[in-house]
Structures are given as structure tokens and as C-alpha cells.
């Protein structure tokens, strides 16, 4: 199996399933002597993590992190970074009793195609839980570029069919997407939808819906010509996250309705001196290069697979048609735990851009 690892000069290689031992990371190409706060990483790890709210699966994990190596001292080595997670609280049983039965709507079916096997546990290696990895390299890519003045937003914008009816500023999703459970900038829509889960959560069924992840302070220069443009690698970084099943930069689809003098980004000088946009319909990149507007993405995400309600599947062995229901520890919806872990594809792709312009030796005094 490939296409476990992410970048070109930041490496970030996953590995582990859902349950097997651990999940873990390792990440290469930072240099040694740079000082990582490693409690920065235990509080994203807290924001993916389950079963802190009826909106969430109930599988309680520790999700503590263990430093293999590339770490001592609280400063990097040079030599790659391995973390790990041991997975604890997981239960295989329910799985066993319908390993030939694939799941609708999960990866069960493709891996079994592609490979004639695969782990039935949990979804192995197409676990939601592999995302832990991202999160541990995402916080310290964004500790990395916050040193560069670089800072990543996210928050909701819909769950179902309950939506904010106002793009908030900036300081709004500061102050209030960390504030609910759903991590939605307006404090109403957030109870809305909130209970739009839970209705769900009560009909054994699921719910989907739209995260936007910003990036402010990117400085214009970073996204290579042609195949490695910076949104290119940014909508594959996206869209590798479990359940993601559109990105969009900027504007996106809504620029199909418009007009070309009404999408294109008119220019100004601004007060520091700097050109920028009056608007923003570009999302930050032009030709596949940063512009140093503010990046913007959006990711729609699917209602999560595993629902109580009955399907129908086939049995592998005997290639006849069944019914399915899904038991154990499922999430009713997956959007708020998806947050952080955007910003995490997010950093990444961002990093590696930015040290392929620069390199570290060329930043690393101001870093220290």
C-alpha cells in the first residue's frame, strides 16, 4: 500500500489502524533546535477527540501522545519526529460478526476489491481515528508558521440543512467557533444545529455538512506553476481527510453564477503599502500562487456512514444479498471533529510550500 506520506521537504508519513496498537507519525525535514510546545499538540488532539458530548462517538480514548524520537529537551534533533498514540478503548467484536458484510457508505468494499482482503475492524486504515496522526503533524506545522506570523481559522458554516446566515469576521470565529460543541461562530445557529444532530442521533441516522479553514498573514510567493499550484495541493490535502467529498477555494462553485467583473479581485494599494484585493473571490491564490490575501477554503463532509438504520450489503462469501445495521461507537455527525483536522492539511500544505520557497536556515534565527 502507498500514499501514506504528504509533502515534499515537511514529510508527514501516517500509519497505524483503528484497532491495532497505535496510531503514530512520523515527520521529517525539520531541522534541530527548534523549540516545540508539546502541549499545543495535546490540546488539538482534544479537539478531535471522541466522546466528550452526546454529539460525538461515546468511544472514550486517552489519546496520549508518546515521543519516540526527533524530540529532547522540548527541542527538535533533526531526526524525524515519531509520535504515537496507543488505542485503548475499542472493541472488535461487533466487527467479527459481519467481516464478510461490507458497510454501505464506508471503504470496506473498495479495499476488499483493490486488495481480495482487508481489516474489517473499525475500517483499518480508512478509520476516521487516522486523522490523530494529521493533528499531531498539523499542530506543529502550525506552531512552525506561527513563528512566520501565520494563524488558521476554522469553524462551521452548516450541519443538515441548518446554516449561518452570515459569513462572520475574522474575530467572531476567534471568539466563538471554540465556545459550542459544534464550533460555529454564531452562538444561535450552533444550537440549531446541535439539535440537528441529535434528532438524527435519535432517528439512528446521520447528519453532514460544510467547515470553512482560513489562513491569515500567508505571504504571497508560495504554490509552484502548473501541477504543484498551491490550491491544487491544497484541495488534495482536503480532500484526503475521511469523509470530505468537496473542496472549494474562495468564492467555489458560486462563481459559476457570477459575472467576470464581478468575480475578479480588484486591486488597491493599501495603507502599509502592500497591493491587496478588494474582494475575495480569488481565496488568496492567483495562478495557483498565494497573493497574501487570506486563504479560504471550504469542505463539505459527509453524513457519517455507520447508522443504526437497516441497509442492505452483500455477503462476500456467498455473494447474496443482506440486510446490515450498524452497531457500536459511532459519531452522528463528524463535522466538528473534522475542524481541527483541516487545519491541520491546511498547515501542512502551507509549510511545505513555504519552505520550498525559503528553507529552513533562511527563517531558523527568527524561529529561535
Not at 446541535?194 to 460544510?210: F, P, W
Not at 484585493?277 to 490575501?293: E, K, P, R, W
Not at 477554503?297 to 441497509?311: D, F, M, N, V, W
Amino acid at each position: 500500500m502507498t500514499g501514506n506520506t504528504f509533502g515534499k521537504i515537511f514529510r508527514v508519513t501516517t500509519f497505524g489502524e483503528s484497532h491495532q496498537e497505535a496510531i503514530g507519525v512520523v515527520i521529517d525535514g525539520i531541522p534541530a533546535g527548534i523549540e516545540l510546545d508539546l502541549e499545543k499538540i495535546k490540546e488539538d488532539l482534544e479537539r478531535r477527540k471522541p466522546g466528550k458530548s452526546p454529539l460525538t462517538s461515546p468511544r472514550e480514548e486517552e489519546d496520549e501522545i508518546e515521543v519516540l524520537s526527533g524530540i529532547f529537551q522540548g527541542k527538535t534533533t533533526g531526526s524525524p519526529i515519531a509520535i504515537i498514540v496507543r488505542n485503548k478503548a475499542f472493541d472488535s467484536k461487533p466487527y467479527e460478526e459481519r467481516k464478510l458484510k461490507p458497510r454501505p457508505g464506508h471503504a470496506d468494499l473498495a479495499y476488499w476489491l483493490k486488495y481480495g482482503f482487508y481489516d474489517y475492524r473499525g475500517g483499518g486504515r480508512a478509520s476516521g481515528r487516522e486523522t490523530l496522526a494529521r493533528v499531531i503533524a498539523g499542530s506543529i506545522a502550525k506552531q512552525l508558521l506561527a513563528f512566520k506570523g501565520i494563524e488558521i481559522l476554522s469553524h462551521t458554516l452548516q450541519i443538515g440543512k441548518v446554516r449561518i446566515e452570515k459569513q462572520p469576521s475574522f474575530d467572531e470565529i476567534r471568539e466563538n467557533s471554540r465556545n459550542n460543541e459544534v464550533g460555529c461562530a454564531d452562538p444561535k445557529k450552533a444550537k440549531e444545529m446541535e439539535k440537528e444532530i441529535l434528532k438524527a442521533k435519535a432517528e439512528n441516522d446521520s447528519v453532514g455538512g460544510i467547515i470553512e479553514v482560513i489562513a491569515l498573514n500567508v505571504p504571497p510567493g508560495l504554490g509552484e506553476p502548473v501541477f504543484d499550484k498551491l490550491d491544487a495541493n491544497l484541495a488534495k490535502a482536503l480532500m484526503s481527510i475521511p469523509a470530505v467529498k468537496a473542496v472549494e477555494i474562495g468564492s467555489g462553485f458560486k462563481l459559476a453564477e457570477m459575472k467576470g467583473s464581478e468575480t475578479n479581485d480588484q486591486f488597491y494599494i493599501a495603507e502599509d503599502g502592500k497591493i491587496k484585493t478588494y474582494t475575495n473571490h480569488a481565496g488568496g491564490i492567483l495562478g495557483g500562487i498565494s497573493t497574501g490575501m487570506p486563504i479560504i477554503a471550504r469542505l463539505a463532509i459527509k453524513p457519517t456512514s455507520s447508522i443504526g438504520k437497516e441497509q442492505f450489503t452483500v455477503n462476500l462469501k456467498n455473494f447474496t444479498q443482506e440486510k446490515i445495521s450498524i452497531t457500536g461507537k459511532h459519531d452522528p455527525c463528524i463535522v466538528p471533529r473534522v475542524l481541527v483536522v483541516a487545519e491541520a492539511m491546511m498547515a501542512i500544505t502551507l509549510l511545505d510550500h513555504l519552505l520550498l520557497v525559503e528553507g529552513f536556515e533562511k527563517w531558523k534565527e527568527r524561529i529561535n
